[in-house]
């Protein structure tokens, strides 16, 4: 059963999310979280920054990302990398070596896909938080026939390119491909906080908790996991 806790605000459901991933540093003495990006995970961000600010300690937290554009390089303004250099690693105390990311930029793509699952795999994840594309896509996981469960190399969509170009110039300057972790690294984490907010987001909302599980909308497999959290504002919980 997914949980549902739905908020009057995006800052309160950032407040949430991060104290459920501050209940879960609080309990081990390392922590490995599974991160996201996108602009529905500010709220977490912020918050977390503001726990560590008021005392939290991260020194014990490895962090694993979920997904990387092909081609941008860590300082690309839009990079996934630079994105969590602004909202959190450069703001609170994680050491350089315990953050994991796929690098967009390998020359050998397939081999940084593997050394990203070599690494991955001496680790569990304690906490994965994802947002979800309006297409039901988690990670860079895309509506497919079929869903790979290991890190690899995705072509995006047309809905996400679409989607995902408010952050670019142009259209034609979204990258084409993505490195993204794979579900089975998704689903094995022990607890899952999938956040989502807007009235954009509100069918695929209904279609991931209530809807038939189906490789064409992967958010759909989260119902196969027993501690998932969806953290909701009143428009994304909308057609529930
Ligand atoms: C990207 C990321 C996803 C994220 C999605 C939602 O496509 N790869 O992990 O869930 O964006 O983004 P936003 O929160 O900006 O709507």
């Known amino acids: 059963m997914i949980k549902i806790r739905i908020f009057d605000n995006t ?3 950032g407040i949430y999310a991060a104290s459920l991933a501050e209940q879960v540093i609080l309990r081990n003495t390392s922590t490995v979280l599974g991160l996201a990006t996108g602009s529905t995970s500010i709220p977490f961000y ?26 941008l390089p860590s300082n690309h303004p839009q ?31 397939k081999a940084e896909c593997n050394r990203y699952d070599n690494v991955l795999k001496d680790y ?28 690899h190399v995705v072509s995006l969509s047309k809905d996400t390119i679409q989607s995902n ?8 300057d979204v990258p084409r491909q993505a490195i993204t972790m794979g579900v089975q690294a ?5 607890q899952i906080v999938l956040m989502a907010f807007g009235y954009d987001k509100a069918k695929v909302v209904a279609q ?14 989260l ?15 909308s057609e529930l």
């Open 79 to 109: 990079s996934y990398r630079h994105f969590m250099d602004v909202h959190l690693f450069s703001k609170v105390k994680i050491s350089d070596m315990n953050i994991y990311f796929p690098d967009g930029t390998a020359a050998d793509l």
């Open 223 to 237: 119902q196969l996991h027993r501690d998932v959290t969806f953290v909701l504002d009143a428009k994304s919980s």
């Open 186 to 190: 998704i689903l094995q984490a022990k």
């Open 165 to 172: 170009a408010r952050f670019f110039q142009s259209e034609l």
């Open 46 to 71: 912020d918050a977390l920054v503001r726990f560590c600010n008021e005392g939290l300690n991260c020194n014990g937290v490895t962090t694993f990302n979920l997904d990387e554009y092909v081609g």
């Open 124 to 151: 569990e994840l304690d906490f994965q938080l994802l947002g979800i594309g309006t297409n039901g896509h988690i990670g860079f996981n895309e509506p497919s026939h079929l869903l790979l469960s290991n890190t």
């Open 208 to 221: 991931a908790v209530q809807g038939q599980i189906r490789t064409d909308l992967p958010a759909t497999m």
């Open 11 to 13: 800052k309160e459901a």
